[in-house]
């Protein structure tokens, strides 16, 4: 079946500092592979996105590779700020993007 | 990026009246989704519905729990009679493609 797990949080960082957060997957066929972030207070608004194997998604300096061989889509950024203080969920699904499954999410804190 | 629409942002009510949530989609989009997120844990598929019928349910969506498409643009969850256990942000969502675009939420609470 298809799963994602995700690397627990929570995480607090200082600004500037190099971030990343451990999402690899379980699925069958070829999945797409989401980051999702949720604000304080707010929705989940798509971060990014990758298709396929070796597609690199990236958006406001986060970036995140679907690897195949390893299973991972790892998101990543070079420098956090306070304003990336959120909840990040990876989340797959499949070509239709009609059945998602999501991580449980990492706490991200960016403290200055 | 697409606009999902959802109503009220929050809601609150006594145990064991019913609720009814709203959400708008992508427009002339036939599919969507609901999601429950209990507060500090990981978001939960409820129910995904398809050209006026239930396409697929989770294991949470029991018979407390209803979606509707009362006219051609806006899809409703109800939640017949309400435990404390449902207090959640609820979540609707629209999919274009692979991807699902979330409405901003629902937060019930149930006192």
């Known amino acids: 079946g298809n799963s994602v797990t995700q690397m627990e949080g929570p995480v607090t960082l200082s600004e500037e500092a190099f971030l990343t957060i451990n999402c690899t997957y379980t699925a069958t066929g070829y999945p797409s592979l989401f980051w999702y972030v949720q604000y304080p207070g707010e929705g989940l608004q798509l971060l990014l996105k990758?298709?396929?194997?070796?597609d690199k998604g990236s958006n406001k300096g986060f970036e995140a590779t679907y690897r195949k061989e390893t299973t991972s889509f790892h998101l990543e950024k070079g420098s956090v700020q306070v304003s990336d203080s959120a909840v990040y969920f990876c989340a797959l699904s499949d070509r239709t993007g009609n059945q998602f499954y999501f991580g449980t999410g990492t706490s991200l804190t960016v403290i200055p | 990026e697409p606009e999902v629409t959802q109503t009220p942002s929050h809601q609150v009510t006594q145990m064991g009246q019913e609720v009814i949530l709203r959400c708008v989609p992508i427009s002339n989009h036939l599919y969507f989704y609901w999601y429950r997120q209990i507060l500090g844990q990981k978001v939960e598929f409820l129910v995904s519905f398809y050209n006026n019928e239930i396409s697929e349910k989770s294991e949470i969506f029991d018979d407390q729990f209803s979606v509707e498409r009362p006219d051609g643009s806006n899809f409703t969850l109800k939640i017949r009679s309400t435990k404390l256990e449902d207090s959640a942000m609820y979540f609707c969502a629209s999919p274009r493609t692979d991807t699902q675009y979330f409405g901003p939420g629902t937060r019930l609470t149930v006192l």
């Open positions: 990758a298709t396929k194997a070796d």
